[in-house]
């Protein structure tokens, strides 16, 4: 069974940071390109950050862009995003995704953050 399981999430000031983390297991990692994807209430899916599933290219949203940082630890299974100067507009529940030719294939469970003073 394939699991994702995103932690590292919780209540931050603006300006904080955060890392979240996606563990996987059951599936041959080093083989998926790994996605975040943030939803907000009341708000649809926002793609947020991708990496390759060798780790040597990386893709950010406009919004992001050095704010945040995606990389991942293949002999760990897991993939990380560093939050960065976060803002109000970043509280969202964040989930990872793991895609072979640009689909998603295996979704965590998402993780919480809330960014307020």
């Known amino acids: 069974e394939v699991q994702l399981v995103e932690s590292g999430g919780g209540l931050v000031q603006p300006g904080g940071s955060l890392t979240l983390s996606c563990a996987a297991s059951?599936?041959?990692?080093?083989?998926?390109?790994m996605s975040w994807v943030r939803q907000a209430p009341r708000k649809g899916p926002e793609w947020v950050a991708m990496?390759?599933?060798?780790?040597?290219?990386?893709y950010y949203v406009d919004f992001v862009k050095g704010r945040f940082a995606i990389s991942r630890d293949n002999a760990k299974n897991t993939v990380y995003l560093q939050m960065n100067s976060l803002k109000p507009e970043d509280t969202a529940s964040y989930y990872c995704?793991?895609?072979?030719?640009?689909?998603?294939?295996?979704w965590g469970q998402g993780t919480q953050v809330n960014v307020s003073s």
């Open positions: 059951g599936l041959t990692f080093g083989n998926y390109a």
């Open positions: 990496i390759s599933s060798s780790g040597r290219s990386t």
């Open positions: 995704n793991g895609q072979r030719g640009g689909t998603p294939e295996f």
